[in-house]
């Protein structure tokens, strides 16, 4: 009685032993944060130095910032700029269709746009345009003077607007065209006009390069960089050089805007050249901000600039940029002494971080590869994990080791290759649902009368030999052994993979598992052993195929009438007698006519089973005129 809480009290000190043994070991956390929390305390300290003897960021951030801003700047400005016409241009629009001025009364209309005129100074003209033909337009003179401007003196350019714009049609800008009467490119912006629900036609504002260009020179005094603003990339918006309306660089209604190689700044006319390289300060900066360098002889130039949609048919391309002789070269001195610093820091980390990876990843690489190896359900090739110095990883591989012990035992009693082939096929692999398929029984002759001679053991041993030379051709053939009934093995063909050739997958089977047994049965017959025989039932037909079972235990198998014609012609068999074979294979008409002219059988006759209310055709199967597929156990008889 005092004997099994001897051994319990004995195993229990054996696991305290074995425990105790092993001893502490440190968590991974614990020496991550100790390690690089150490490092992390002498990175930052040395940067900290750094920072002391710095006034200002380092360069890279200095240059970004400074460079961001110039070009947000310079945009903000523009829109502003520009946003003065778009703006009177809606106003105007805005106060017809309400009603507040009579489009039909000239001198209200005159005195409105010459009001919205003086009110936008960096506005050049505005005109009113009408689907009738008669126009309005006011402006400034070559001396900034405001006047009014007769019909007769109408721009051909703009008037083509009105036929090009609708009521739907958003305010725009119409892209830039020559003012022959001020000599000199302007940008257009139009809005359409409806008055009582009727589109009347527009009104445009224009604006000229010369003020735009005049707008970018003071900005350049003010923030002292070099802005640009290009019209597509090969056309020069604004630039000191327009200022006096581009005179002398040939510009006319066929070219107004000069080209970048025609102002006289070869910084500028280099922008696009060949020889650009990218920007590093940029890499990693979100925002729209784009840029590259270019060598210079002495030196070197900085292109930063946004490329700006909405101003009509091209983009706009607005930017600044600086040579690096015009940078505070204190910041790059600071930042190459940050940069050894920091690599210095550098190499100790990843000193340290190879040390602590190698601990780490070598564990968790072989707990990678036998999860793997898992993944194949080989789990008996499958070696146990080692264990490891830090605590997570010597409790996931002994989780690990529980786990391949259970999958080993589970491997027992669930085919590998159906849970493959389930796996394979997803979630939708398993509804039931009927399918045609090829079923076969077989079962021993004479197995009740010749089990009496042996023992427990030694019919297990018998058994399990002959169902493994059984479900070796089964699954030779991609067929699914449904289950063992006691000395009778059920498989199918046709699910879960879809299997047009089914049945001649089936007979392939029967006739490998008959040249199998006769091989068998010559071993046993050296060794002074009866030889083994059996009786094969196959029958083709619809089943419903899928899980099967109560909640938490449920069988992938077919049920139907097919698979009782299979069984009711394997038991056929014993009237049918043996022909020599090591197996006798009958077979149905269904399944019959899935094969082909190659294959050779007998007619038996139509014959009345048990339990079935008519006759059912018998075939015998003799064999395939053709070898059987690899694995099928040799030559057919």
Not at 356 to 374: H, Q
Not at 443 to 464: C, K, M
Request: proline residues 5%.
């Amino acid at each position: 009685m005092t004997e099994p809480a001897s051994g319990g009290g004995a195993a229990n000190r054996r696991a305290r032993e074995a425990a105790a043994c092993r001893g502490w070991r440190p968590t991974i956390a614990g020496v991550l944060i100790s390690g690089f929390g150490l490092l992390v305390l002498v990175a930052v300290s040395a940067v900290l130095l750094v920072a002391l003897g710095t006034a200002q960021k380092n360069t890279v951030a200095l240059l970004r910032q400074t460079a961001d801003a110039a070009v947000a700047g310079l945009i903000d400005r523009i829109d502003i700029h520009l946003g003065a016409a778009r703006d009177q241009s809606e106003f105007l629009a805005r106060i017809i269709a309400e009603g507040d001025i009579d489009p039909g009364d000239r001198g209200q209309l005159g005195d409105a746009m010459l009001g919205a005129l003086a009110a936008a100074p960096q506005v050049t003209g505005m005109g009113f345009f009408t689907q009738e033909g008669w126009s309005l337009r006011v402006g400034r003179d070559a001396d900034g003077i405001l006047r009014l401007y007769e019909k007769s003196e109408s721009d051909p350019e703009i008037r083509r607007l009105v036929a090009a714009t609708s009521s739907e049609t958003p305010t725009q800008w119409g892209g830039v065209f020559w003012v022959p009467s001020l000599q000199q490119p302007h940008l257009a912006v139009t809005t359409p006009v409806v008055h009582q629900g009727r589109y009347i036609g527009v009104v445009s504002s224009v604006v000229s390069v010369q003020a735009l260009s005049i707008f970018v020179d003071n900005y350049a005094l003010q923030t002292g960089v070099h802005p640009f603003i290009l019209y597509g990339r090969d056309k020069v918006l604004a630039d000191p050089a327009l200022i006096d309306g581009g005179k002398g660089l040939g510009l006319d209604s066929d070219k107004p805007l000069p080209g970048l190689d025609e102002i006289g700044d070869p910084l500028l006319a280099a922008l696009w050249s060949d020889d650009r390289r990218p920007l590093d300060l940029l890499k990693g900066f979100n925002g729209s901000l784009l840029g590259h360098w270019r060598p210079l002889p002495d030196d070197e130039v900085y292109y930063l600039y946004r490329v700006v949609g909405g101003y009509g048919p091209r983009q706009l391309y607005m930017g600044v940029y600086v040579r690096g002789s015009e940078i505070d070269s204190s910041e790059t001195d600071r930042l190459v002494l940050a940069s050894w610093v920091g690599l210095t820091i550098l190499v100790l980390s990843l000193l340290i971080a190879v040390v602590l990876g190698r601990k780490i990843a070598r564990p968790v690489r072989d707990l990678a590869e036998a999860a793997r190896a898992v993944s194949t359900f080989d789990f008996r090739s499958v070696l146990p994990a080692k264990g490891s110095a830090f605590r997570e990883l010597d409790s996931a591989a002994g989780a690990f080791n529980s786990m391949l012990s259970g999958l080993r035992w589970f491997e027992t009693y669930v085919p590998r290759s159906l849970v493959l082939r389930l796996i394979q096929l997803g979630e939708g692999g398993v509804e039931s649902e009927e399918r045609q398929v090829t079923v076969i029984f077989t079962d021993i002759v004479g197995f009740t009368a010749a089990s009496q001679a042996l023992t427990p053991r030694e019919t297990a041993d018998f058994l399990n030999h002959h169902f493994a030379l059984l479900a070796a051709e089964i699954e030779a053939t991609g067929g699914t052994l449904d289950k063992y009934i006691g000395d009778s093995v059920m498989a199918f063909w046709g699910a879960p993979d879809d299997q047009p050739d089914h049945g001649e997958r089936a007979c392939r089977a029967a006739l490998a598992i008959d040249a199998a047994l006769k091989r068998d049965n010559r071993a046993r017959t050296a060794e002074g052993l009866p030889p083994v025989r059996i009786r094969i039932g196959i029958h083709s037909g619809p089943a419903i195929v899928g899980n099967i079972g109560a909640p938490g235990r449920v069988n992938y198998t077919l049920i139907g009438d097919t698979v009782n014609v299979a069984n009711r012609l394997e038991a056929f068999g014993k009237e049918a007698g043996a022909d020599g074979q090591a197996a006798t294979i009958l077979l149905s008409e269904a399944t019959r006519e899935l094969l082909g002219p190659a294959w050779r059988v007998e007619d038996l006759g139509a014959h009345q089973m048990r339990g079935r209310a008519g006759k059912i055709s018998v075939f015998r199967l003799r064999g395939e005129g053709v070898p059987p597929a690899p694995g099928g156990g040799g030559p057919l008889p």
